[in-house]
């Protein structure tokens, strides 16, 4: 891990003030497993959640798992569009402003490589 660190190039006139690294891995580490394996996990759960259903015979156990298995699908869609709405946000919140660092900062996430 060091060896990666040594090996990157900090620019603080960029706009993202040395931060570009960081916001890197955000964008193409973290939301990409928040984007995608969160929600897979969610449905995977909610499969087996509706098979103890189907296998199940208490009408009242299988209302409540079925209420859980729903939920947890609202909960995955919410979560696979959480991405986009940050991204969303800080586009519309650099292009509305006329604030010179919330602009550089926009561009910044927008385009984090740009040195």
Do not use: H
Request: include cysteine; proline fraction near 3%; aromatic fraction near 10%.
């Amino acid at each position: 891990m060091v060896q990666i660190l040594d090996n990157v190039i900090v620019n603080v006139e960029s706009n993202c003030y040395g931060f570009d690294f960081l916001i890197r891995i955000i964008k193409d580490g973290v939301f990409p497993i928040i984007q995608i394996a969160i929600p897979i996990i969610l449905v995977v759960l909610c499969t087996f959640d509706l098979g103890k259903a189907v296998i199940g015979s208490d009408d009242k156990e299988n209302k409540k798992v079925l209420k859980k298995a729903l939920k947890r699908c609202i909960y995955a869609i919410l979560i696979f569009f959480i991405v986009t709405i940050v991204n969303l946000i800080f586009t519309i919140v650099g292009t509305i402003t006329e604030n010179e660092t919330l602009e550089k900062w926009s561009e910044c996430w927008n385009n984090p490589s740009s040195m």
